[in-house]
């Protein structure tokens, strides 16, 4: 057995599943720190919103209040309600969108665990070629073992 053959067995059996565990805690971190910045941003985003809009019923509500007029406090009555109900309809977005953030954090992690278990120390380690593949298609040449088998 050349020494090629050893490390490549070694390898396979002990480093490969190690690595393995540590690109899928690393790739679920990576997904988990991506989704939580980009939620901040959605959320800042879409709950400045929320809050305009029930500033505005609010400042109705008081225009309503402070009018002497009856047609003109009505109008701003209703006004008011308008903004309360979009206040509302983008609070219920943005508790949907909250779920749909979540779930795909879930299905992105668990892909790239299915991703990771599915990739083989050969799609990496080239034992056969006497390479190891650096870069999608950029191999190094490893030295070749003198010894046979």
């Known amino acids: ?3 090629w053959q050893f490390i490549s067995k070694w390898f396979l059996k002990n ?10 805690r ?9 989704i939580k910045r980009l939620k901040k941003i959605f959320d800042d985003f879409d709950r400045k919103k929320e809050e ?3 500033a505005r019923a609010e400042e109705y509500d008081r225009k309503a209040k402070e009018t002497d007029s009856e047609k003109e406090a009505e109008e ?5 309600e ?21 779930d795909l954090e879930a299905e992105l992690k668990q892909k790239a665990e299915e991703i990771v278990e599915g990739k083989k120390v050969e799609d990496v380690f080239a034992a056969e070629k006497g390479t190891i593949e650096l870069l999608p298609g950029k191999f190094l040449a ?3 073992s003198d010894e046979k088998d």
Do not use: Y
């Open 1 to 3: 057995m050349s020494i």
């Open 15 to 24: 480093a490969w599943p190690q690595i393995q565990q540590l690109l899928k």
């Open 26 to 34: 690393a790739i679920g971190e990576i997904i988990g720190w991506l």
């Open 52 to 54: 305009k809009a029930k």
């Open 76 to 80: 701003n009555r209703i006004r008011a």
């Open 82 to 102: 308008v903004w309360r109900q979009v206040a509302e309809e983008l609070r219920q977005v943005n508790e949907e969108k909250d779920k749909i953030i979540k």
């Open 142 to 144: 490893l030295p070749q």
